[in-house]
Nanobody, 122 residues
Framework: QLQLVESGGGLVQPGGSLRLSCAASGLTLDYYTIGWFRQAPGKEREGVSCISRSGGFTVYAVSVKGRFTISRDNAKNTVYLQMNSLKPEDTAVYYC???????????????WGQGTQVTVSS
């Protein structure tokens, strides 16, 4: 059965770090672009970052560029999002998703995980 499972979320103080993981089962991730998206309370879901199939190309939202790093380990069928210098406005549910396109347009993503909560608060 196809599954994307996010993990690594939690409560962190401003300025802190978290590493999110997106693990896949039932498919091989290296055939897909993987994207990270987030949805804050009362806001629309937005794209955070995506990584190409080989891992050689990445895209970041302006709001996270320089603070977040996306990476993938195809041997482990897992994609990561390292989040540093976290801010309260990064608080959201974070989702990973897969696409056959290299794009951060969420309309091009076909399958989504259930999400993991990230809360940045003192």
């Amino acid at each position: 059965q196809l599954q994307l499972v996010e993990s690594g979320g939690g409560l962190v103080q401003p300025g802190g770090s978290l590493r999110l993981s997106c693990a896949a089962s039932g498919l091989t991730l290296d055939y897909y672009t993987i994207g990270w998206f987030r949805q804050a309370p009362g806001k629309e879901r937005e794209g955070v970052s995506c990584i190409s199939r080989s891992g050689g190309f990445t895209v970041y939202a302006v709001s996270v560029k320089g603070r977040f790093t996306i990476s993938r380990d195809n041997a482990k069928n897992t994609v990561y999002l390292q989040m540093n210098s976290l801010k309260p406005e990064d608080t959201a549910v974070y989702y990973c998703a897969l696409s056959t396109y290299y794009s951060l347009d969420q309309r091009k993503y076909d399958y989504w995980g259930q999400g993991t909560q990230v809360t940045v608060s003192s």
